[in-house]
């Protein structure tokens, strides 16, 4: 495959011979051409005008794989084909990885450095949405309490089946698997114990979290990564209206102002189930039940649950939307960015529920 030159094809060769342009808008008669025609094939470029990289890529390619000669093309012609020529050769898309430790290496800082930009932008989000705050503050005429009653039915009026029903099952669940432990020792009547203070302190709350954060927050990120990419969060900002304003704060109010309640009702619910464990399989009658919670079930443990479940809305609603407002480009980072944004609220919780068994355990309250 040399570079065309002025060169005759032998007179048994099947000859084309295109005129004019040969260029991207008329490149499809000579390949219908050089389809139909049998080999040997020879092009002939006398009387071809202008060239241009499309043009010239399909006489590379006809002599590439047919082996055609091309004759009588131009300098600027044979010019252009031997950039084509030069241009065919595999391209590496994804560099190399580094053999064995090095890669894991590598793994690891990237994975540290995602995390730390993850939260440098989230500590960002939470300042821009205390600012959206204050300026409500000073202008409340801004807030929009028809968009924080939207979101009262969507976290909170929605939820109570799925939520209900998990705890619910929960208390059954407890109840279960303490009378078989306790059982052991004949203390079957301390089942009441565990139920009541594991549902009320701990899983009341935090169960009612992880729900949210898969539910809530994950539509919050949906939502706003959708906004994002039909860009609807760009036009509200080009008419004067802050997307934190109208998007976010009534997300993160409604998050705050209904898990308190959500929490309340899976501790009621879990309480409901453990009983009715009690009751059916231990024989404990439910007047029995109820007096034995009140002996030894503190208020601090119904203080602690409810304390908890505000500031977690607030970060299941903040990682939702911060992911949401971080959607760029296609549909495809919707589906990331909804499923980053469950991850880093279950994250989140986990986490600051042991600084608050921490903190509360250090205060007396245990």
Known sequence: MGDPDQTHAPQEAHRLAPTGALTIARVGSLERDIAAAPDPLVIDLARVETMDTVGAWLLYRTRKHRGAEIVNASPAARALLAQVAAADHDTQVRPDRPPGPLAFLEDLGMWAFDFWRTLLGMLGFFG?????FASLLRHPRRFRLNAVVQRFDLVG???????????FL?????????????????????TINLIGRITVRELGTLMT???????????????????KITEEIDAMRTIGVSPIEALVIPRVLAAVIMMPLLAFFSMVL?????????????????????QRLQEVVPIT???????????????IALAGCFQGMQVKGNSEEVGLRTTSAVVQSIFLVIVLDAVFAVFFSQIGWI
């Open 170 to 190: 929960i208390g059954i669940v407890v109840g279960q698997q303490g009378a078989v432990q306790l059982a052991q020792f004949g203390a079957e009547v301390f």
């Open 270 to 290: 879990s309480l409901i189930g453990g009983g009715l464990f009690c009751w059916l399989v231990l024989e404990i009658p439910p007047l029995t039940f109820i």
């Open 128 to 132: 821009a949405t205390l600012l959206g």
């Open 157 to 167: 009026v929605r939820a109570l089946g799925i939520i209900g029903l998990m705890s």
């Open 209 to 227: 979290a992880i729900m949210v954060a898969g539910r809530s927050g994950s539509a919050f990120a949906a939502q706003l990564g959708t906004m």
């Open 301 to 315: 443990d119904l203080w602690v649950g409810l304390i908890k479940a505000p500031v977690f809305g607030f970060l």
